[in-house]
């Protein structure tokens, strides 16, 4: 398996320069530039520099990024080692210098945390470039680092998390602790904290992304060995496990090309003993025997590292899975096969589930497989759904843990206050399971489907009305949302791309289901979810999904006889309208589908409907036909013009007392949406001005 063939760009795609970048490369291997700069900067011979003739002019400090110069100062080293006199070479020293500075600043920052945290009596492990560094392993202008890695036992996360609290640290992404602490450990191996100053530690409670099993870490803390760095006592992975640990986060796709990880294993493989036996049983153990090999094949043609043959050989599994998984997790997200994404999640939730070590058998990936999807048996087939069946912490995902644990306590919510869902800590009260935590002002649904508990301010005594915000992303795919109440379906949106990124519907709960009820729990559920593979192997597949803005109910009010009440923007009808309605205006509310309606009670006895309405200016007939029915009972119809008119309906004697719901049913042009910014012919409008019962 040729694992380390260069891929230039795709066709059809812009050019990406000769460093590439996340357009234009389709997988991890290096590029011929980037092979070339790599033998430049790791091999100890005359190849070096034939590669360094071969890049010297793409060497250009304005064409440089970030994954390039953070190998300048390796470079210029190996090169002057090898007798190079180069005037260009002098203009990587001050990178060099940089690094050296910029590492010692940080050091400075977060090491006295690493101490208290050994003070506290929490045990604490480096791991990448803070371990090489450790001890005087290597110089310190040499890697470059943009945050220290400390390892913690998963049962020390919480109180080392109280130390870093205490060194004004908080979480880099701006996620509550409560997220990061409660839901991120299920799902992720670490997660990243900074200081005022801008100083980072990435607390790690597993070593490894892939592998998260309570015993995943058990062996690497047995041979870990101690070592001193900035006067802190402390530990480090042994030298091989380093450099597997190396191998297992750079074999995988980063939208940048990941040119350090080649030259963290090579320094480690150069200037310490490996014993290549345990290199390959640990790889062994964690289901990871190809990947590892693939690494190695790299070094071996990049930095001229001896790996003995048989070791190679070793690291050639039998299992086709590995084999699939390695092409999805070493290819951008957008050009991996369902297939592979599938079997990638799979084997990550086998190193979750399964001892370090223990063989996997068939029946075992069967097992795993049908406990994941919510598979028990055959007679579960036909439920299965992308994204699993629903419930707490569903679906699975490798990159953020949903919200919610099946059970909450809300507090009750005032009628017409908008519940944020934007808010961490609103999701967090809320959120019964199914949301990402909040993001730029809203929360996604993750998957298939998610539930809120609402508390009310008393018990409902009639119908209510509840305002949803909900979008998608404006270049996504075509998506829906049903909302659903009791098992009932009460609405849906249904988004295109013609519609604005966010949808602001009303639909009517119906009093037989929420009568005498002080809590509500309101499904949301997507009809074309995408799957848990795809969330989890994306660079951001959530932008696939739908996401919930805000929310509000509010209960139906009494009207009394002969009470006008106005529909324009500001006025007391806002709190009548059910669904179907489109833009409020100075002058009145504008009707936004092929039926809208509102819901009115009263404690007197009526007889008639008024209402005052006309066609929208923009409508592109003269005459529009409108249906009028109450409570479900056609009680008439009327012609509306541009001209604002007062219309008058007799009631039926059923329907003179107590809560009407109320509708006017368009003609069959008007279901079609309106272009954002425009009405036309094919989507007549009226602008209802006020509404009276007589």
């Known amino acids: 398996m040729a694992v380390a063939a260069p891929s230039g760009p795709i066709a059809g795609e812009a050019p990406t320069g000769p460093w590439g970048g996340a357009p234009g490369l389709p997988d991890i291997w290096p590029t011929p530039a980037q092979r070339d700069l790599l033998r430049a900067t790791l091999l100890p011979d005359e190849r070096a520099l034939e590669a360094w003739r071969r890049i010297r002019p793409l060497m250009e400090p304005a064409q440089l990024e970030g994954t390039v110069t953070a190998l300048l100062p390796q470079l210029r080293v190996n ?26 600043l940080l050091l400075a920052q977060a090491m006295p945390v690493v101490g208290a945290l050994e003070t506290a009596g929490i045990g604490t492990l480096l791991l990448k470039g803070a371990a090489l560094l450790a001890g005087g392993r290597h110089e310190g202008g040499v890697r470059p680092m943009t945050d220290i890695d400390v390892l913690v036992a998963p049962d020390a996360v919480d109180a080392a998390v109280d130390v870093l609290m ?12 409560w997220y990061a602490i409660g839901y991120g450990q299920r799902y992720r191996n670490s997660w990243n904290f900074q200081n005022p100053a801008g100083g980072q530690l990435d607390l790690h409670w597993h070593v490894l992304h892939w592998c998260r099993h309570p015993k995943a870490d058990t062996d690497f803390w047995a041979a870990a060995e101690t070592v001193t760095l900035r006067g802190v006592r402390t530990r480090a992975l042994c030298p091989t496990d380093e450099m597997l640990t190396a191998i297992a986060h750079g074999v995988r796709w980063d939208p940048s090309p990941t040119y350090r990880w080649v030259l963290d294993a090579a320094l480690i493989a150069r200037s310490e003993a490996i014993d290549w036996r345990r290199l390959a049983e640990q790889a062994g153990r964690r289901h990871m025997e190809i990947l590892v090999g693939a690494g190695l094949r790299v070094l071996q043609e990049l930095a001229g590292i001896e790996v003995p043959e048989g070791i190679l050989r070793t690291l050639r599994p039998a299992s086709p899975l590995q084999r699939i998984e390695l092409r999805a997790q070493t290819r951008q997200p957008s050009r991996r096969s369902r297939v592979g994404q599938a079997v990638s999640l799979h084997l990550h939730d086998v190193r979750r589930s399964v001892d370090p070590g223990v063989p996997v058998s068939i029946g075992d990936h069967l097992r795993l497989a049908g406990r994941r999807l919510g598979v028990a048996g055959p007679r579960d087939l036909p439920d299965l759904r992308p994204g699993g069946l629903p419930g707490p912490g569903r679906p699975v995902c490798e990159s953020a843990a949903p919200i919610g644990t099946g059970t909450c306590s809300p507090m009750p919510r005032p009628w017409g206050v908008p519940l944020e869902l934007g808010v961490p800590e609103n999701v967090r009260e809320h959120c019964l399971y199914g949301l990402w935590p909040p993001d730029q002002g809203f929360a996604w649904i993750a998957g298939r489907e998610a539930c809120l508990a609402l508390k009310l301010p008393e018990p409902a005594e009639s119908s209510l009305v509840l305002t949803l915000a909900a979008g998608t992303a404006a270049h996504g795919p075509l998506q829906g949302l049903k909302v659903c109440l009791k098992d009932e379906q009460i609405g849906e949106i249904n988004f295109t791309r013609l519609r604005s990124y966010v949808d602001e519907a009303r639909f009517l709960l119906p009093e037989r289901l929420v009568r005498g009820r002080s809590e509500l729990r309101l499904v949301f559920r997507v009809p074309r979810p995408i799957t848990p593979a795809g969330i989890a192997l994306n660079d951001d597949l959530r932008l696939l999904g739908v996401n919930l803005h805000r929310l509000m109910l509010r209960p139906t009010f009494s009207i009394s006889a002969g009470q006008l009440v106005s529909l324009g923007a500001g006025g007391q009808g806002e709190w009548l309208l059910a669904d179907g309605w489109g833009d409020a205006l100075p002058e009145g509310r504008l009707t936004g589908g092929s039926e809208a309606r509102l819901v009115m009670r009263t404690d007197d006895v009526v007889t008639a409907l008024k209402w005052d309405a006309g066609l929208s200016s923009a409508a592109g007939v003269a005459r529009l036909p409108v249906e009028v029915c109450v409570n479900g009972a056609m009680v008439g119809a009327v012609d509306h013009g541009h001209e604002p008119t007062s219309m008058h309906l007799p009631l039926p004697s059923t329907v003179r007392r107590g809560e009407l719901l109320i509708s006017w049913r368009l003609p069959l042009a008007s279901r079609l949406r309106r272009l954002p910014g425009r009405q036309g012919p094919l989507a007549p409008a009226l602008v209802f001005r006020s509404v009276t019962l007589v």
């Open 166 to 177: 205490r060194h004004a640290m908080t979480t880099t992404d701006g996620s509550p602790l």
């Open 79 to 104: 090169l002057q080692a090898l007798g190079c006199q180069d005037s260009k070479l002098e203009l990587f020293k001050g990178v060099h210098r940089y690094t050296w500075a910029r590492n010692q």
